[in-house]
């Protein structure tokens, strides 16, 4: 059977938050026909026991694992990958994304026209340290300059979208930043809806304001040159 939505859930080393998200995650879709897809990339914690745990308990969640950590955009496209419905959720896996607003995306985009790919979320109140809300209303501001991508929040991770419009972009590392900007390039449309935040309660960020300065920096290059080597068909039709 094929489910109506995938959600895709990125984890490493998220000890005490991937167990708990994952019933959130099954509470807020309960009554629908969907599939959760935890992805563990080479965790050193007790992620995927704790994951492996539940299996009984949530049948429709399915546990997949990188032998080697290749980060959060390598695990979101390992589980689009394996997903099997049209639509894709994804929710970022320390639990700062409240689960009970992604069916709202979910349903958002499957009323929106055919050229409609992503409704992403915007974190309405974000729960973060100030420094953190510096650094990412920057580097959303200067990006949104550069690539003109209609996207306040391209750091929230709570975002849906169809999986056939996701695997026609090109991958890269950090792609799950450039979404947007990418959807459009291949002559699709997004929309954006305000979500909740929460603050973390266990484990540790993976970044750093620094590392993230540096890879914004290499990558917005990168998709600025992807767009100045674009070129839309438009419509095709077969004769």
Known sequence: MTPDVSIVVPVHDEAGAAGPLAREIAEAFKGRDF??????DASRDSTLAELQALKAELPMLRVLSHAKNAG????????????????????DGDGQNPPADAPRLADALMAAPPEVALVGGVRAKRQDSGAKRWASRWANGIRKWLLNDDADDTGCGLKAFRRDAFLRLPYF??????????????????RFMDVGHRGRETGRSKYTNLGRLWAALSDLLGVMWLRTRSRNPGDVTEA
Do not use: K
């Open 35 to 40: 599939e959760m897809v935890f992805v563990n």
């Open 72 to 91: 959060q955009s390598r695990a979101v496209r390992t589980g689009v990958l394996a997903a099997r419905a049209p639509i894709i959720v994804t929710l």
């Open 173 to 190: 590392d950090h792609i799950h930043r450039y979404l947007p900007a990418l959807m459009i390039r291949e002559g699709y449309q997004n």
